[in-house]
């Protein structure tokens, strides 16, 4: 059976003179075209799944997958709205987190000017992680992102777990993001830590209303935040280059090589993010064209963003650097002075939004994904097609993000908690994204080799968790124990 069907294209509204080859010469590039890119598959494409091909008539566009041999059947649906420039803003946005405010000064703190070293290794490590990801959003763009991933590979169970594990891990992560922004609004302002709540209430409620207008609103307001954000960093890179000294280096790793994988393990936090635009894949316009390369730029800037800002941390700074509870001020400062900390807090602000925007979008399609696949209650499938806004979805992650900064606030355990248990959260989904890739993906090609190094780095994580591997164990058996609940419900 072939793997792709000629697709007729529509007729000309301009008439064709009788004996005109122009009709004639249309279907026979069409059928040759098919009969090449069957050949092609049966050569290339992988026994588990083939390759997406599209026909776009200008209106509407026709994915035809083949799975396990057989073409599935096409499905038509609207293109998406987002641009190259949109989803490497996103990439950027979710990534560069609000990491960048403290991390160098504890690295440094650790590792001394080695942790330099660390910064780079962790740079290197994610170009197999984003690849991975953005190979396989390529090839699967669909709303359920690592989770459709995970259920192509080892079946439902598996991506209810893995889409879980994401899904719950955004109300958590998006208090703890949003009372790092706060805090500096407390600091510029003279505020305590009822200004850092409301503040992070404000921030959450931005984001959530952001998001309700759907992902072409949020994919502009990202492209704001994200230059605005990348000018910031460059301009207390720069205005502290004049200070920079290369006497600061020594000694190189006052605390010995082993401190390097110690800060190496707490940079993770600054590099993940890399699947959460997965879940927007079939927002891209051409997705198989556009994710990539978002992601190729998206890697780019973070690494080369991350790196200047880390050795600006240990060349201007110097011994002073681990000290330093707000290192970005601190380079601002030696740059341009006193206006240091209005700066500093505009940049952990717009940090923090871009972040959790990044997060939110991906998360609220992922749950109506979820609940059209029967893994979350139906209700929540409003909004999982192509250009739909997933209200539902979008509502339950700020309602329960607000509850999560609620409990915050009533027990006075404050954020550090709930970094922990979205950390857990996340490389679960690493490890089973990572698991699925290797198998869904064509051996042998760079996408493949890629996902094999991001495994064993996920399971290197996962052996290293710790205790706080409990939170993403207990939403797994919540998750196993749902799907088997409902299934029966839904098949009766």
Known sequence: MPLIAAVRPAPSRRKIKRGH???????????????????????????????????????????VTAEHGAPAAAQSHHAGSLTIVQGTALYVGAVLGTGVIALPALAAEIAGPASLVAWAALV????????????????????????????NAFGPR???????CFYFAVPAGAPAAAMFGGA????????GHTTVVVAAAVLIAIVAAANAFGVTVSGRMQLVLSALLVALLLAAVLASAPHART???????????????????????SFAGWEAITHLAAEFRHPARDLPRSTGIAVAVVGLLYLSVA????????????????????????GIGARAQWLATAAALLLTLGTMNAYFAGAAKLGAALGRDGALPAWLAHGSQTGGVPRRSLALIAVLAGCALGATVATG????????????????????????????????????????VAFVTAAMLFATSGWYLLWPLLVTAAALAYTRISRPAQSQ
């Open 247 to 269: 006497a600061n280096l020594h000694p190189f790793a006052p605390h010995g090589w082993l401190a390097v994988g110690q800060a190496a393990a707490l940079l993770v936090w």
């Open 21 to 63: 080859p122009q009709k004639k010469t249309r279907s026979t590039i069409i059928a040759a075209a098919a009969s090449v890119a069957n050949r092609v598959c049966r050569m290339h494409a992988p026994t588990d799944a083939g390759p997406i091909y599209e026909y776009d008539n200008g209106d509407t566009r026709m994915n």
């Open 311 to 334: 050795a600006a941390s240990v060349l201007v700074l110097g011994p002073t650097a681990g000290a330093s509870g707000a290192p970005l001020a601190e380079l601002i400062a030696r």
């Open 184 to 191: 500096y609004v407390a600091s510029v302002t003279g505020g």
């Open 124 to 151: 290197l490590l994610s170009v197999p992680l984003a690849a991975t990801f953005a190979a396989l959003g390529a090839r699967y763009p669909d709303a359920g992102g690592v989770s459709t991933y995970v259920r």
């Open 413 to 452: 355990m404050g954020p550090k908690p709930l970094v922990l248990a979205t950390s857990g959260n996340f490389v679960m989904v690493y490890l089973l994204g990572a698991a699925a890739a290797a198998k869904l993906l064509p051996r042998g090609a760079f996408a493949h080799r890629c996902s094999l």
């Open 158 to 164: 598996a991506a209810a777990v893995v889409g879980w």
